[in-house]
């Protein structure tokens, strides 16, 4: 199955992490492209993977009454920022973290198309006020789906400037280490740089990381390793106790439909309902890196898959076939 999703080894590799009943299980394919060993300590980037960390924060902090899910993300902004609204309606951290923030994708002030063969162009928090600022909504914050970096990237600012600690600072205090994730961090630490596996493009050849900046971290900017995923899903899945079980929890309650007929999606996760299950997932893909990681909520069952290429076309669905093998195994959108 491994070598279905990753069909050159040559190059770069996959990792796979899988949580069940008897533990947990490491299997690779292919090679990490640096000098050092592929396992479950390898450390990739697993870009929007993050969304679910920057939700599962938002979600503490509901619990620990900082924020509220309704609050509108402008009570958290310097006075000077106008935020966008649509007749009045406001955007709210509820509708940041469920996808719905009536917010384009990227900010439009990013240079467009985003040219990923280069490095993520500078971009200042200022920058991002004024996209704000020069927004037209189409429509109402909450009441239509729209995947949005610029959403999440607003999101990890506000929790950040609630709790007024340092975005990554409080991410790691919050989530990683209760849950002792030491391998999950936005700046890589000594030991987590010796154990990087290089990113590959679509092409196989070996690609600078293209780093997101901090106005954007909490929408796509977390390295981490499957060792460490596998810690996160078992609490998520109720599997192992956590002081975090019932912000975990909290993530699964704003649910919504999408027009796919059994894909629903939460706080940060997706949900893909049939075949007898729920599957509780969320990809990544970026230059040089795709990943994913879901948990059945019928077996418990969780997964983990990171890769250092862009080749790993299938992540997904491969992913949820593995999960739940009634799910036959097709590309995204066929």
């Known amino acids: 199955m491994l070598a279905q999703i990753q069909p050159d080894q040559h190059n770069s590799g996959v990792v796979a992490g899988l949580l069940d009943g008897t533990g947990q299980r490491i299997v690779t394919q292919g090679i990490s492209g ?3 060993a592929l396992d479950g300590d390898t450390v990739f980037e697993v870009a929007s993977i993050t969304k679910v960390f920057t939700s599962l924060l938002l979600a ?49 002030n990013l240079p467009q198309p985003l040219d990923m063969t280069k490095p993520f162009p500078e ?23 729209r995947y949005s970096n610029f959403g999440f990237g607003l999101l990890g600012h506000v929790l950040s400037r609630a709790a007024g600690v340092r975005f990554e600072d409080l991410l790691v205090s919050r989530i990683c280490a ?70 975990f929890v909290t993530l699964l309650e704003p649910y919504r439909k999408l027009k796919t007929a059994d894909m629903h999606v939460a706080a940060g996760w997706f949900v893909l309902a049939g075949h007898g299950d729920e599957l509780v997932w969320k990809n990544g893909d970026k230059v040089g890196y795709t990943s994913f990681m879901g948990y059945s909520k019928k077996s418990g069952q969780g997964l983990v898959l990171l890769a250092n290429s862009e080749c790993a076309y299938m992540l997904t669905p491969v992913g949820w076939h593995i999960l739940n093998p009634d799910i036959p195994v097709k590309k995204l959108g066929t």
């Open 123 to 145: 971009y200042a928090m200022n920058q991002m006020y004024a996209a704000l600022e020069a927004t037209k909504m189409p429509y109402a914050p909450g009441s239509t789906y």
């Open 60 to 108: 503490d902090m509901v619990l620990r009454k900082e924020v509220a899910l309704d609050d509108l993300a402008a009570k958290y902004l310097p006075a000077h920022v106008h935020m966008p609204d649509y007749e009045g309606r406001g955007i709210t951290l509820r509708d940041l973290a469920t996808y719905a923030p009536g917010l384009p994708g990227w900010p439009d």
């Open 178 to 247: 209760p849950l002792g994730l030491d391998s999950t961090r936005f700046t890589l630490t000594p030991s987590m740089q010796a154990r990087v596996a290089p990113g590959h493009n679509d092409q196989l050849q070996q690609v600078e990381s293209w780093r997101t900046t901090s106005p954007f971290e909490g929408a796509g900017a977390l390295y981490s390793t499957a060792n460490d995923l596998l810690k996160f899903l078992a609490a998520a899945s109720g599997r192992e106790v956590s002081g975090l079980a019932p912000a």
């Open 34 to 36: 640096a000098d050092c």
